[in-house]
């Protein structure tokens, strides 16, 4: 079974630039989360949606990034514009069953220079 | 108080002894529990789950729960170099909405030869 699938593996990119960063969860899953991953301030999460709704974004740091759900299979992760700070490694996870457990993406390693 | 706490490390421990890493929690009626194994570079990988209280065995993988004391604990048997690591506590919390987990900061271990 194919498992979390997320897109570009590596991104490059300078200041100022849009990025979108893409995720397919596992089939069957109905829960997808957007987490951050830096030296300084470890794994954060950013957003979550259930059934493709938006629940929770109260981590998202502030208006440049946003994120959508259109169905059940893609969901993507978008900065604009994007800054130096922004440079992290960037994972989507999704969830579903009984206990929800959660299995996590490659990620995307992000520079912003 | 932070919601799921874990002392950063980093454990050394030789190899073919037992690891053992901590994680408190706070909120006193969680209901499921896991730990995470993330390889420098990679992304966190599911390694148990545990969601009464006791001891739950997989290989050389033993998780505890002891949830009047709320913590949970994981011990690693016959420590090996490729058990070397940072191991994530992750919480789902009763009040947390229906799929989100805590993780704490995490626990580096070193199995030295």
């Known amino acids: 079974d194919a498992g979390v699938i997320q897109s570009p593996r590596h991104e490059v990119t300078e200041m100022g630039q849009e990025v979108t960063l893409r995720c397919k969860p596992i089939?069957?899953?109905?829960?997808l989360f957007w987490y951050r991953q830096t030296m300084m301030r470890g794994l954060e999460l950013l957003i979550y949606?259930?059934?493709?709704?938006?629940?929770?974004d109260s981590g998202m740091p502030e208006d440049r990034f946003s994120a959508k759900m259109p169905n059940a299979s893609f969901s993507t992760l978008k900065i604009q514009p994007s800054e130096p700070r922004d440079s992290a490694v960037y994972f989507c996870?999704?969830?579903?069953?009984?206990?929800?457990?959660?299995?996590f993406g490659p990620g995307t390693r992000l520079t912003v220079l | 108080q932070k919601e799921v706490e874990q002392n950063s490390g980093p454990l050394s421990v030789p190899e073919g002894a037992i690891a053992s890493l901590n994680c408190t929690y706070s909120?006193?009626?969680?209901?499921?529990f896991f730990w995470y194994r993330q390889y420098s570079g990679k992304s966190p990988e599911l390694i148990m789950s545990?969601?009464?209280?006791g001891d739950k065995e997989d290989g050389r993988f033993t998780a505890q729960l002891n949830k009047a004391s709320q913590y949970v604990s994981l011990l690693i048997r016959d420590s090996q170099p490729s058990d070397s690591a940072t191991y994530l506590c992750?919480?789902?919390?009763?009040?947390?909405?229906?799929?989100?987990?805590?993780f704490g900061s995490g626990t580096r271990l070193s199995i030295r030869p």
């Open positions: 996870a999704s969830s579903g069953g009984t206990y929800n457990e959660q299995f």
């Open positions: 089939s069957g899953h109905n829960s």
């Open positions: 949606f259930n059934n493709n709704v938006p629940i929770d």
């Open positions: 909120d006193r009626g969680s209901q499921s």
């Open positions: 545990i969601y009464s209280n």
């Open positions: 992750a919480v789902k919390l009763r009040y947390s909405s229906a799929s989100k987990i805590i």
